[in-house]
């Protein structure tokens, strides 16, 4: 048998996703949600069978994109969950409609979130960030919007730099913003009176994990006595922890870490990108979801919640 064809869309956003030009897990979501309405629309099938085929191959090359942002596979199963009907027109349509849905769903959820990130922020307060997140955004500009004076430290967030979307856009907000380098952290958190982080996916333990830094940030956090949040929709939430799994984390190219030319004249020597690390829970404070903010260690009570049904991966089914 052939594989079913996929949409031109398909292969570009997943191309897109894997080289980061469509990044932070809740764009990945909506883009890959997207992308599956694509492949509805512009798939031609014979029958019920191979549109369904069609879809479950569109979302297995979707998801081999970045194994870290679990918001990827939430949003594909959320789909693929939703397709139904006895003909090719009433499947089209199912997806479709759960594409809809999916995204207005994931747009409500950070405009909620953000409203109660922001009630952690008193007016006057300077934030620091670390690397871009839609979620923490969402917490300082509602902030902003509820009157609240804020100013924000923001770290460049190497190798890739994201930092810089984050001034960008905090600046278009009109947050007086000053730009720092990793490694000048710690000496700002005295300046600061919250960190505001983002996820890429939350273990049942309360586990954050997010861009590599983010782990030493929240200690050196906790030894300043500054509280530190991370601002992550439902989607971020990763089912499989619930049943023991470990998160991936994706080593990315050596390249963004150093260029090959420097590389060669330093010599022989290994260089290594991961992109994600593990803030255990104790370091901490709050994890702030559209459904409230709650302790790390208490949030597998919200997984259990709306994970319940487990976590199927009808991508993988033939
Ligand atoms: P939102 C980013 O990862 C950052 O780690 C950020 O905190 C996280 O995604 C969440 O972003 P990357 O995609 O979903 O830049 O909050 O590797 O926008």
């Known amino acids: 048998m052939t594989d079913p064809k996929l949409a031109p869309a398909v292969e570009e956003t997943a191309e897109a996703i894997a080289t980061m030009e469509i990044r932070g897990a809740a764009t990945i979501a909506s883009g890959a949600a997207e992308a599956l309405a694509t492949q509805a629309r512009e798939i031609e099938a014979d029958d019920p069978a191979a549109f369904r085929a069609s879809m479950r191959a569109a979302a297995r090359t979707l998801h081999e994109t970045r194994p870290t942002a679990v918001s990827l596979p939430n949003a594909l199963r959320y789909v693929l969950r939703r397709m139904a009907g006895d003909d090719v027109g009433a499947l089209r349509r199912s997806i479709l409609d759960a594409v809809e849905e999916f995204v207005r769903q994931l747009d409500r959820a950070q405009d909620d979130l953000g409203e109660i ?72 958190l005295d300046d600061v009176d919250h960190v505001v982080v983002g996820a890429d996916s939350i273990a049942a333990d309360g586990s954050v994990i997010n861009k590599v830094g983010t782990s030493g940030l929240a200690v050196n956090a906790r030894e300043r006595g500054v509280p530190i949040m991370t601002a992550a929709q439902t989607i971020k939430l990763h089912p499989e922890t619930l049943t023991g799994h470990t998160v991936e984390i994706e080593m990315r190219d050596e390249a963004e870490v150093i260029a090959p030319d420097a590389r060669a004249a330093i010599g022989e020597i290994s260089v290594e990108n991961p992109a994600f690390d593990v803030t255990p829970p104790r370091y901490m404070d709050a994890i702030v979801t559209e459904h409230g903010q709650f302790p790390p260690e208490s949030i597998v009570t919200l ?7 487990g976590a199927a991966r009808p991508w993988a089914e033939p």
């Open 303 to 309: 997984m259990r919640e709306l994970f319940g049904e």
């Open 117 to 188: 990130g922001a009630n952690r922020l008193a007016d006057g307060d300077t934030v620091m960030t670390h690397c871009h997140s839609t979620d923490a955004l969402a917490c300082v500009e509602a902030a902003v919007a509820q009157g609240k004076e804020i100013e924000a430290i923001v770290k460049e967030t190497r190798p890739r730099n994201q930092g810089h979307i984050t001034a960008e856009q905090l600046r278009d907000a009109g947050v007086p913003v000053t730009l720092i380098v990793d490694s000048a952290a710690r000496r700002y």
